[in-house]
């Protein structure tokens, strides 16, 4: 009895050696590419050593799967270390070891992963190490568009920029998770009721309350659009302040143009002189690659502009 049952349990880790390889195969081959075509452009560097570079792929290959796959990786250890036990006791005929052995690692070691997994499951990219302080049972990442990777996620007590990282993440400074939120549409400006953040950097002076990313509208792109923000103060690009923009009145135009009252902008560039009551854009010819001959992007009721540049008169 003892026999068969140091029997089924070597094989049985063997099977699991088998389909966490399995499971491993398509993360790790696609990691490894990654990791091979990331040194070999640093070993084209200037004064690079080819030699070195390819020896840092290793370890960058490591790094990365355990990064992506730390809860499958584990599991796999697991399952390597409790095969080569068992396989050396059960050839040395030590049957009961080799069945206590067996037991004992799938009983220590499987309740850590599935713990760890579960964490992961949450949204949590990189392994957790006990002491960070995240509460796993609360903490959740949010996430506005399903093709971005989130930046901001939260728990109970505290606000993570960048998911939680080896030493404990990196926790938003001041932010409140009870009334910490993404602004629609987005995934990079988010607020709680006193502070906002662009990419997890505080939009100092910035009024929360009253803070909303650009309405969208059919001629700009949502990508373009979510990156201007107004509040009763100030219009917002990126997090920073627009000289000089009136936030009653601005205007997205394209994703080429804005304007308010006052003033015409391409980009961040204010166009002297443009007059921002005739102001409209022509049509926008994205795959012009001949400028400055490109035909005019916009016309007021004095020039024609190619971007910020006049380049004729009104007809």
């Known amino acids: 009895m003892k026999e068969t049952l140091a029997r089924s349990l070597y094989y049985l880790t063997m099977a699991c050696v088998v389909v966490t390889t399995i499971a491993l195969i398509p993360t790790a081959l696609l990691v490894f590419l990654g990791a091979l075509f990331g040194v070999a452009d640093g070993a084209g560097a200037p004064n690079a050593s080819p030699l070195l570079s390819f020896l840092f792929i290793f370890p960058a290959f490591g790094y990365i799967l355990w990064t992506y796959s730390a809860p499958l990786l584990e599991l796999f250890i697991v399952f390597v270390l409790n095969f080569l036990a068992t396989y050396f006791l059960y050839q040395s005929k030590r049957y009961w070891s080799s069945s206590i052995v067996a037991l004992a690692l799938f009983l220590v070691a499987v309740p850590f992963v599935r713990a760890e997994m579960y964490v992961f499951t949450r949204g949590i990219s990189s392994p957790v190490l006990f002491g960070t ?8 990442k949010l996430i506005n568009d399903t093709n971005s990777i989130g930046l901001y996620s939260i728990d109970t007590d505290r606000v993570y920029c960048g998911g939680i990282m080896l030493q404990g993440g990196d926790v938003l400074q001041g932010a409140d998770p009870t009334t910490f939120m993404l602004l629609p549409n987005q995934n990079q400006y988010a607020k709680d009721a006193r ?3 662009f990419s997890c950097n505080e939009i100092v002076g910035a009024d929360a309350p009253s803070f909303a990313v650009m309405p969208q509208n059919k001629n700009v ?3 373009w659009s979510t990156l201007y923000a107004t509040d009763t103060q100030a219009v917002y690009f990126q997090g920073s302040v627009i000289p000089d923009a009136d936030p009653e009145s601005y205007t ?3 994703d080429v143009y804005e304007k308010d009252k006052n003033h015409v902008w ?4 204010i166009i002297s002189g443009a007059d ?14 001949a400028y400055p001959r490109c035909p005019p992007t916009a016309k007021d009721r004095h020039n024609v502009y190619l971007y910020d540049k006049v380049v004729g008169q009104s007809n």
């Not at 921002?276 to 690659?289: D, G, H, K």
């Open 252 to 254: 997205l135009l394209s």
């Open 133 to 140: 302080g995240v509460d796993a049972s609360s903490y959740k």
């Open 221 to 223: 792109s949502t990508a």
């Open 266 to 269: 391409s980009g961040s560039n």
């Open 276 to 289: 921002p009551a005739s102001f409209r854009v022509l049509i926008y010819n994205s795959t012009c690659e």
């Open 195 to 197: 502070h906002v953040w």
